[in-house]
């Protein structure tokens, strides 16, 4: 029985050895330990075993069928690597065939710039708010120290719809509206469309975007304007950008400001594109007006505060370096791609 | 507003900087520089010769060959075509080496003209003879040029000296951008305040003084202003025995330099004081004002006059004019009359320096349709008091060139004197604002630097009038943060409580709506809010549908931009054709844009602006495609429940066949469809486009960002599938809506997944097949429960037509 036991054991190790296939493989495990497979019957002729021989020679035959089984299992897996590599090899592909896009659509320039800023002013505790486009003339002009027959409404170039009602020349007029309604403090910022009448050309367009901002407090001072937009300036366009502030006249603040930004190209070496000085004028901005915030309902002696107005426009021609406004509104897909 | 630095200079002599250095820091202390031009930029080696010897060229007719003494060593050859130059002419000549400003065709060439030694026809020349083009000027400027040929300089000019320095040409001319408030810096002399305040140097403005030749203005002229309100002040002087004459080469060249053509001595003394003082000025004849009166009135409506370039103008009753005791000589503030104008007989002459209302003379300037230099310095409101000065310096300047003999005293009709304005003096205040700690007498230092005095016993800061925007602290302020340093300022940040910046939520909404519309493979694009109101006929849009009530704009850019649109489509369209015509493939557009609804027209109180979410596109994909990215969106922004579409949206610029109002929880939120083949031909779309467009307030009021966790299904779905004939006129929504309405709460989803009209259906029928699908949160289903929920579906379907197919 011993010796028939080690010849199934090792014919069974030399055909697993030999097989070259699951197939061939599988057929060793069901002819050896199969149900009618060669080991089984071996167990079932038990019988024939001395009864006290038994435990002895079933041990026998479990241990036998281990090794088969283990030599079955190394064959197996042997025969996977194979497989696997040859798989693999068969299986390499030109990783410099081109990729398959989801196509996704692309953002305006100018939304792009807006989410910018929107980002950073946000980030410094301000709210972001919009006015109506279509506004009384009251808010446009006159509650910002620009009254009846100011040539600053003319400078402007108003589309007029009638005497009391205008296309918004400016979104400083959703200063008046906030201020108006009380709510101190105030830190918000205002983006939206804004129209001149100025014809269509590379640097201009009779409809563009503008950006407000306003804060009203107690205590806040020109140096807290300047300590702010030089914070955005670093923000939009790189940690080295320095600022310079000009003085400058508008109506609604006091004292008036212009800020340059040291020119990101060039670094404020000079360059064409910032016309060789080295600065590009980016915003206009100053303390809140007095007799504005008394137009407002608020009182000068308790609170100050600024404003400044950025061109939406402006602040993407530049980053993006768009040499023509008429792109932004032309809707041109090679264009919009780009962004 | 122009200005030499030579000018400059004669009010502050110690001035003595770059042009850099001038640009820079004027612009940093409020009056900024545009730009410079230096006039003697491309001019070198330029100097006074004198011709001692012409011979004719042996081989050119045209040409002459001139010996010419420049001061040092042997005169030089220099060859010339030039017809006006003889022996003994004083000429101005550049040697080799040296360059001019510009060529012989009397333009400018940038970066100059090198000139070199050479030979002109075999004959040898050493530099050239230069007409006053070539020296980057003209005869306008330089009156006493010839119109053609070399500039000859007076006898009197010295042979070897640099002609650029003759010519004044060593001077550099400025451009200011100066704001609207700053109206005396419309002037040289509140220039040159300016810059000697920020560079610190003496500032020596003119001293006026007239001698005066006796007799009385009175015997000459009396002024009666009937609106004072419209002329605060009239100035009127007198002088006699006029010899006109061309004015000294000073004053030609100080106009010249600031763009002023020289024409002779009383025209260009009044152009120098408007220049010097900012104050326009107007000479009369007096021999031609009659009764020796002057009348300031409003015209008669309609009132016709001839102004002096000869043209007849109208007036209305809002102009003011100058009148005599018969008629109008003039139209105050933009130009006077060619009855009263100066001409080369002139015995006596009415001088006048009035005050005009600036918003009247920039309102009449519109009407007359005539804008002078006059009119664009009265129109910002000048200071009556500068009147006076300014017409004293004009007769102290006839006296000092000789051009006439001024007569005692000024007629002065001056009601309401300007006073100066007094502001209190706080420095805390001025502090506060600005952020700094600037002590009370540099401030003071500051004010004195520009003329603002300081009573100390009221303690009030004086503005004088010439500044009349000063009015309070912050302008104060102002005045210090100039002199101070814009850049000396500290930065800090703003001290209050620091708050939550954020976005409202109809912003998010917005932002998720350009997320989906980029995922789902669209580009944003924008277009204008105004268009033409040929719109609605492109859109097939009928005569009396309320989209045609739009918003005029009373003075639009032309018909194409005149009125606010109420509807998003066209400039979308517009952008597709755009797109189309460029042969740009497979285009898919977003704009997120507001449309204008007026309440009622005419505009008495604002519309409602309205945001629309206009999607378009033509190329890969259908209506489907389109449908896929409203859904979509409606998902991301929390709106669950199933949309609903009618295909009655009545959209005349959409496919009758092929268009939908989108529909959610009862309300129409927007529409979407296939553009009509006629709108998509009119723009010139060539393929078929898509449209959708969803009205954002609609949307915003049902969209949500909140979520709730509802649990992975633990109990398995069962799903059956049917397969039903309808007629063809069902809708699948309909079918849908039955299942959705009777599958009962154990339905979980169900999914179309064949429709399928042909051979094999019937006529007037479609095949639709369902995979319908259920499931119990709490347990597994028992098959009765299924059938018994399908049993109601069939039901409801056979109710709409359908037959089931085994």
């Known amino acids: 029985m011993k010796e028939r036991l080690q010849k199934i054991k090792d014919e069974a190790i030399a055909k697993i050895k030999a097989s070259e296939s699951p197939e061939a493989l599988n057929e060793v495990r069901v002819s050896v330990l199969g149900k009618k497979g060669e080991l089984t019957a071996l167990l079932k002729s038990m019988k024939d075993v001395a009864p006290e021989d038994r435990p002895a020679f079933g041990q026998l035959v479990n241990d036998a069928r281990a090794e088969i089984e283990a030599a079955m299992e190394e064959a197996k897996s042997d025969m996977e690597k194979i497989l696997l590599e040859k798989r693999l090899k068969e299986e390499v592909i030109d990783v410099t065939l081109p990729a398959k896009k989801n196509m996704a659509g692309h953002r305006h320039p100018n939304t792009i710039a807006l989410e910018e800023v929107e980002r950073i002013f946000v980030g410094m505790g301000y709210e972001v708010i919009e006015g109506p486009e279509i506004e009384y003339d009251l808010y446009n002009f006159e509650k910002l120290n620009i009254p009846a027959n100011h040539p600053a409404k003319d400078e402007q170039d108003t589309f007029y719809i009638n005497k009391e009602i205008v296309l918004r020349t400016q979104t400083s007029p959703v200063q008046a509206r906030i201020m108006e309604k009380g709510n101190l403090p105030i830190r918000m910022i205002s983006p939206g469309r804004v129209f001149r009448s100025d014809e269509v050309d590379a640097t201009h367009s009779p409809s563009f975007h503008q950006i407000e901002g306003l804060i009203i407090d107690k205590n806040v001072t020109f140096a807290d304007l300047k300590g702010t937009l030089d914070v955005f300036a670093k923000e939009l366009f790189g940690a080295e950008t320095k600022t310079k502030f000009r003085p400058h006249h508008f109506p609604f603040t006091e004292p008036s400001a212009e800020m340059d930004v040291s020119c990101f190209k060039c670094g404020g070496k000079g360059c064409r594109f910032c016309k060789g000085s080295g600065w590009i004028e980016i915003l206009g901005c100053g303390m809140v007006h007095p007799h504005v915030l008394e137009m407002c309902g608020i009182d000068p002696d308790e609170y100050t505060g600024f404003a400044f107005g950025v061109g939406l426009e402006r602040v993407a021609l530049l980053k993006y370096e768009i040499d023509d406004m008429r792109l932004l509104y032309e809707n041109d897909i090679r264009f919009l791609k780009q962004f | 507003m122009n200005t030499s630095l030579s000018w400059l200079k004669a009010y502050v002599p110690e001035l003595d900087v770059t042009a850099q250095e001038f640009t820079d820091a004027m612009t940093l202390s409020g009056t900024k520089v545009e730009g410079y031009e230096a006039l003697d930029a491309d001019l070198e080696k330029i100097i006074i010769g004198q011709i001692v010897k012409i011979e004719r060229h042996p081989d050119a007719d045209k040409l002459i060959i001139c010996q010419v003494n420049i001061g040092e060593g042997e005169p030089i050859q220099i060859v010339t075509g030039a017809p006006n130059v003889k022996e003994g002419n004083k000429v101005p000549v550049v040697v080799d080496g040296g360059r001019v400003a510009g060529g012989h065709d009397g333009k400018p060439t940038p970066g100059g003209v090198k000139i070199k030694k050479g030979k002109l026809r075999g004959i040898e020349s050493n530099g050239m003879l230069c007409s006053i083009e070539e020296l980057g000027s003209s005869r306008e400027m330089y009156p006493e040029a010839p119109e053609y040929g070399i500039y000859i300089f007076p006898e009197d000019a010295e042979v070897g000296t640099d002609a650029i320095e003759a010519l004044g040409l060593h001077d550099t001319v400025f451009e200011f951008e100066v704001t609207s408030n700053r109206v005396d810096c419309y002037s040289i002399v509140g220039l040159a305040r300016e810059a000697a305040a920020t560079f610190r140097k003496e500032f020596k403005p003119p001293v006026v003084e007239v001698k005066g030749s006796g007799d009385d203005v009175n015997n000459y002229i009396s002024v009666e202003v009937q609106d004072e309100e419209l002329c605060p002040r009239y100035c009127a002087r007198v002088v006699k025995n006029i010899k006109l004459a061309p004015s000294p080469k000073w004053m030609q060249r100080r106009l010249a330099s600031v763009g002023i053509r020289p024409i002779n001595n009383l025209v260009d003394i009044t152009n120098y004081v408007m220049e010097e003082f900012g104050q326009p000025m107007h000479a009369y004849d007096l021999d031609t004002i009659a009764g020796n009166k002057i009348v300031v009135r409003r015209a ?507």
Do not use: W
Request: hydrophobic letters at 40%.
């Open chain 2, 300 to 806: 008669e409506k309609d009132e016709k006059f001839v102004t002096l370039d000869g043209q007849e103008r109208t007036m209305d009753d809002s102009v003011l004019m100058i009148c005599d005791g018969e008629k109008a000589v003039g139209i105050a503030g933009i130009m006077g009359g060619e009855n009263s104008m100066i001409t080369d007989n002139v015995q006596t002459m009415l001088f006048e320096a009035a005050c005009f209302d600036g918003t009247n003379i920039r309102l009449s300037s519109k009407k007359v349709g005539l804008r002078t230099d006059a009119s664009g310095k009265f129109e910002k409101g000048l200071d009556p008091n500068n009147a006076e000065a300014a017409i004293n310096r004009a007769c102290q300047l006839i006296e000092e060139l000789g051009a006439g003999e001024v007569v005692d005293g000024m007629v002065d009709v001056y009601s309401k004197r300007k006073e100066p304005v007094r502001i209190p003096f706080e420095p805390e205040r001025i502090n506060a604002l600005l952020g700094t700690e600037i002590s009370k007498e540099e401030m003071l230092g500051y004010f004195k630097l520009i003329d603002l005095e300081y009573d100390e016993s009221a303690n009030e800061v004086i503005a004088p009038t010439f500044r009349h925007d000063l009015f309070r602290t912050a302008d104060l302020a102002e005045e210090v943060a100039r002199f101070f340093g814009y850049d000396n300022i500290p930065t800090t940040l703003p001290s209050g409580e620091s708050a939550m910046g954020k976005l409202p939520f109809y912003l998010r909404v917005e932002s998720v709506a350009r997320d989906i519309a980029e995922f789902c493979g669209f580009s944003q694009g924008m277009t204008y809010s105004f268009e033409s109101p040929k719109v609605f006929d492109k859109l097939l849009i009928p005569a009396d549908a309320p989209e045609r009530n739009a918003i005029v704009i009373s003075n639009p850019l032309g018909e194409d931009f005149s009125i606010m649109r109420t509807v998003s489509l066209n400039g979308m369209l517009t952008s597709l054709a755009t797109n189309y015509n460029r042969r740009n493939k497979n285009v898919r557009l977003y704009e997120m844009g507001n449309i204008y609804l007026p309440k009622s027209l005419p505009l008495t109180e604002l519309p409602e602006e309205r945001m629309q979410f206009t999607l378009g596109m033509y190329g890969d994909g259908d209506f489907f495609t389109m449908k896929g990215v409203v859904e979509e969106f409606l998902d991301k922004i929390g709106m669950k429940e199933k949309e609903s579409y009618d295909p009655n949206a009545g959209k005349s610029f959409l496919h009758p066949g092929r268009q939908a109002n989108i529909i959610y929880g009862g309300t129409v939120i927007g529409f979407m469809g296939e553009v009509h083949p006629t709108v998509a031909a009119t723009y010139g779309i060539g393929d078929r486009a898509y449209v959708a467009v969803l009205d954002m307030p609609s949307i915003v009021e049902k969209a949500t960002f909140d979520r709730k966790y509802e649990g992975i299904a633990k109990f398995p779905a069962v799903t059956r599938d049917i397969s039903m004939v309808v007629p063809k006129n069902v809708l699948v929504g309909q079918i849908e809506d039955v299942i959705a309405v009777r599958g009962g709460k154990i339905l979980e989803s169900y999914e179309l997944f064949d429709v399928y009209e042909g051979s094999q259906i019937k006529e007037g029928f479609k095949s639709v097949a369902y995979s319908i699908v259920f499931r119990a949160k709490d347990k597994t289903l028992e098959e009765a429960e299924i059938t018994s929920a399908m049993k109601k579906i069939l039901n409801g379907l056979q109710s709409l037509g359908a037959e089931l197919r085994q």
